[in-house]
């Protein structure tokens, strides 16, 4: 029986929510790791969305974000995309730096080796999440990182939606450090037949 994404129910969505939530609590520890801070974090707010609707999530698509983006093989395959608002990502790279929290000025070179750094660890920790709660063999690629319109970004993995799903799993996760606060954007883009092996796996389909 071909699977329809459309079709997932309410416990479908709370696994799938579990997946977010021990994601980000990886994320959280591995963030706090890097930055030799403690890190917390709300418990974060897991959907399924259209990808029409990405980017208005963002905040539109002229909205200028950080994006890391790597494909994912093995017995899954698909796309991963992680987004950060530009202030979210001056943050974490002043943090890891040790420069001023409030300087801004364009990422330069180690910056922006920084962003691949911290974008490959807080991917790692979703992809070690969904990797541990199914079982299945879950391999990332590389991560490519771009700071562009967020409309920019989510064309890349919009290409391939002509031969898969219209919708993505969506985990929005807010990390604190103090009084800062910076939000992630991540987005689990698998191809259809990935997301029937996934909920096999975590065993809600028969």
């Known amino acids: 029986m071909f699977f329809d994404i459309n079709d997932l ?23 706090a790791k890097m930055l030799g801070r403690k890190v917390d974090m709300e418990v974060p707010k ?11 999530i963002l905040g539109g698509a002229e909205m200028i974000v950080v994006g890391i983006l790597l494909k994912v093989y093995g017995n899954i395959k698909g796309n991963i995309l992680f987004i950060l608002q530009i202030d979210a990502a001056h943050i974490l790279v002043n943090m890891l730096l040790g420069k001023p929290l409030e300087s801004k000025d364009d990422f330069n070179e180690i910056e922006i080796s920084a962003l691949k750094e911290i974008g490959n660890i807080l991917t790692g920790s979703y992809i070690s999440a969904l990797s541990g709660l199914t079982g299945l063999d879950i391999k990332p690629s590389v991560p ?39 939000i992630g954007d991540f987005f689990l883009i698998p191809d259809i037949e990935s997301y ?10 028969g």
């Not at 129910?9 to 963030?31: P, Q, R, S």
């Not at 897991?46 to 208005?56: G, L, W």
């Not at 909920?199 to 389909?205: E, F, K, M, Q, S």
């Open 196 to 205: 029937e092996i996934m909920l096999r796996a975590l065993g809600v389909l």
């Open 144 to 182: 490519n990182l771009a700071i562009d319109m967020a409309g920019a970004i989510i064309s890349v993995p919009a290409i391939e939606f002509g031969k898969i799903g219209d919708n993505v799993l969506y985990i929005e996760t807010e990390f604190k450090e103090g009084s800062n606060r910076v």
């Open 46 to 56: 897991v959907r399924i969305v259209e990808f029409k609707d990405v980017s208005d």
């Open 9 to 31: 129910n309410n416990m479908h969505i709370d696994v799938l929510k579990e997946i977010g939530n021990i994601g980000a609590g990886n994320a959280a520890t591995a963030l």
